[in-house]
């Protein structure tokens, strides 16, 4: 893959998480994806104490493509690491509005009205549930410093993969 067809489709995977970080709010095609990953980190931890077994959706949601981009650094494809971030980071800004949700509590949720919103339980639970707010804007301006980081990094990385001797840079 040439170097110019390989920054184009970095910048094309960069604008659309730009654009999901400027409309972060809406629902998108990817939260349906994250969604998955959300409700099985509750399936996968279920074993876990209360706390933590709700805690596991969002962890698990946000780990997931992160463990996929340490994989990808770890084995020399830093361009697809780099990449995966903006996906790591898209989950901190999807997680933002459900904490954010914490106290009103209007999100429509799987289950209906007979399930536990996990924020509201895990910020009353830790004492802070007046801080929503505050939760909310620490994960979604992390979220934001993920995604930014994930594109000048794969910029990077991009610019520079034909001029490294591995060649092993792949999208």
């Known amino acids: 893959m040439t170097r110019y067809i390989r920054l184009i489709s970095i910048v094309l995977a960069a604008s659309y998480f730009w654009y999901y970080a400027r409309t972060y709010t809406e629902w998108h095609f990817i939260d349906n994806v994250n969604l998955i990953f959300h409700e099985a980190g509750h399936t996968i931890f279920f074993w876990l104490p209360e706390f933590w077994g709700i805690a596991a959706g969002s962890i698990f949601q946000a780990s997931l ?19 995966t971030l903006l996906w790591v980071g898209q989950n901190l800004l999807n997680i933002s509005v459900y904490a954010g949700d914490a106290i009103v509590m209007q999100l429509p949720l799987l289950g209906g009205d007979s399930v536990i919103h996990d924020w509201n339980y895990l910020l009353s639970m830790m004492g802070i549930l007046r801080h929503t707010p505050l939760v909310a804007a620490t994960l979604y301006t992390f979220g934001l410093i993920v995604i930014l980081l994930g594109m000048v990094l794969s910029l990077y990385y991009a610019w520079r993969a034909d001029s490294e001797p591995n060649g092993r840079q792949i999208i």
């Open 65 to 83: 493509p992160l463990f996929f981009a340490i994989y990808f650094f770890f084995h020399g494809q830093r361009v697809s690491g780099a990449l």
